[in-house]
């Protein structure tokens, strides 16, 4: 069996191990850990043929993004359910049971309350749960923010369509941290339940795993050395990796410096670094903050468990050298001015008006190292494509694609970019970033 085709197998096994017992199953960790990467994956013909191994069932195995949802609301969970449901079974099911799942779809779609929309959508899956020979799994990922506002009336009607089929319906969950920690009410309790002895922690990428993805991109310069340095320096984060394989493949062949050098100051790890920074709360943060920065800064140890199982520490350290040099930087600070663009080159922060910005693109962030080396002197379009693009693509990089990126950059940086303060235009000439903002 191709482990290729089921991502993460140790951890698919143990909750397909779960789901075909008739546990219910939660997976939790930070964003671009992989979540959805393995739940897809649970979605697909190799695991259904691993339930069926285990269980001697079939099984349909359902994907659901929850961020298709079109809004925040019980209705508009209904009907993402129904209507991944719609697109996975279409082709498999009786002309008549597939009719009256795509009419209870629209039944919710049209529903003007959520007592009618919740009525369908039971109707839906009781008819389903009834008619078919087989178990049905309802795989639930990006999970978080539906989860958090959806109504006590909503929790309450999953927990007792499980329970009225417990033998052939089952949930699954990915979310950030675990279901009682998003919610914690007791009536959400009763849901939550569900999943006591089956919340597991996203599972970091082992080593072979890792390498596996690597040759998969197919990058020409990441020989032997420099694979292994990038499996060392990601630590096991499936989107940091890739960010890290980026960055070295585009070292000179020559090039012998330390590969952690090389790296930091590139864009997207540093974009990924953030983006998990972003997701800790402000305990978790403090105590990374502590235990980087200070000799005996270990965290408690419920601290360092929470840490552990959001796979950010790893045997009492963190998890990757990227990113704790990332925190390390977070925790030195910078002297960030009240008025004025501040670029932290080290963390590759962007501060306006003491206001940090979000993060940049590769080309975004040249850009804005170019401007802000020459603040307040006028820069040519041959100056930003040289420094942005590279020489080589002179010839190729019209007035318009420089404009584009300019403006780009403008919208992030700029409160008002039809009305810029910092990065001024100055037709037929270039770009000029200013040091104060402009006063019109």
């Known amino acids: 069996m191709d482990s290729q085709l089921l991502p993460f197998r140790g951890a698919a096994e143990q909750i397909l191990h779960d789901l075909s017992s008739g546990r219910s199953v939660s997976i939790t960790g930070l964003s671009n850990t992989g979540k959805s990467t393995l739940v897809r994956g649970l979605a697909g013909e190799q695991a259904a043929k691993i339930y069926h191994d285990l269980s001697g069932r079939q099984a349909i ?47 919710v779609t049209q529903a003007e309350t959520s007592f009618t929309a919740s009525l ?24 978080d923010e539906l989860y958090i506002q959806l109504d006590e009336r909503a929790l309450l009607n999953m927990r007792a369509i499980r329970d ?15 279901l009682p920690e998003i919610r914690g009410s007791d009536v959400e309790g ?29 990058l020409p310069g990441l020989k032997e050395e420099r694979l292994n340095a990038c499996i060392k320096l990601a630590g096991g984060h499936p989107g940091l990796l890739i960010a890290i394989a980026q960055a070295i493949a585009r070292l ?13 100051r590139e864009p997207y790890p540093r974009a990924e670094c953030l983006k998990l920074w972003e997701q800790l709360t402000p305990d978790e943060r403090q105590a990374l903050l502590q235990h980087v920065l200070e000799s005996d800064g ?27 040099d990332f925190v390390a930087r977070r925790g030195r600070g910078a002297d960030v001015r009240e008025e004025g663009i501040y670029l932290d080159v080290d963390s590759g922060d962007v501060w306006v008006d003491g206001v940090r910005i979000p993060v940049l693109t590769d080309l975004e962030f040249r850009l804005m190292r170019l401007l802000y080396d020459r603040q307040d002197k006028l820069t040519d379009k041959y100056r930003i494509v040289t420094a942005v693009w590279g020489e080589a693509y002179l010839g190729d990089v019209d007035d318009a694609r420089v404009e584009k990126l300019i403006s780009r950059l403008r919208s992030k940086i700029e409160p008002d970019p039809s009305a810029p303060r910092y990065l001024i235009t100055q037709r037929g000439r270039g770009y000029k970033l200013m040091s104060r903002p402009r006063n019109e």
């Open 61 to 107: 195995l359902v994907y659901v993004d929850c961020n298709q949802a079109v809004t925040i609301s019980a209705q508009a969970f209904y009907e993402i359910v129904l209507r991944s449901m719609v697109e996975r079974l279409s082709d498999m099911l009786p002309n008549a049971l597939e009719g009256m799942l795509r009419d209870h779809h629209q039944s």
């Open 120 to 143: 369908a959508f039971n109707l839906a899956l009781t008819e389903l749960s009834e008619q078919m020979d087989c178990d049905i799994c309802l795989m639930l990922d990006e999970f």
């Open 298 to 324: 270990d965290p408690e140890p419920s601290m360092r468990f929470r840490l552990e199982r959001l796979g950010i520490m790893r045997q009492g350290k963190v998890f990757s050298p990227i990113f704790e």
């Open 190 to 218: 009763e849901f939550a339940e569900l999943f006591s002895h089956s919340t597991y922690p996203m599972p970091l990428l082992d080593e072979d795993e890792a390498g596996e993805i690597l040759g998969g991109l197919a």
């Open 252 to 264: 000179p062949d020559d090039w012998a410096g330390e590969m952690l050098k090389a790296v930091v």
């Open 164 to 178: 009225r089929f417990r033998d052939r319906l089952t949930f699954l969950t990915a979310t950030i941290h675990s």
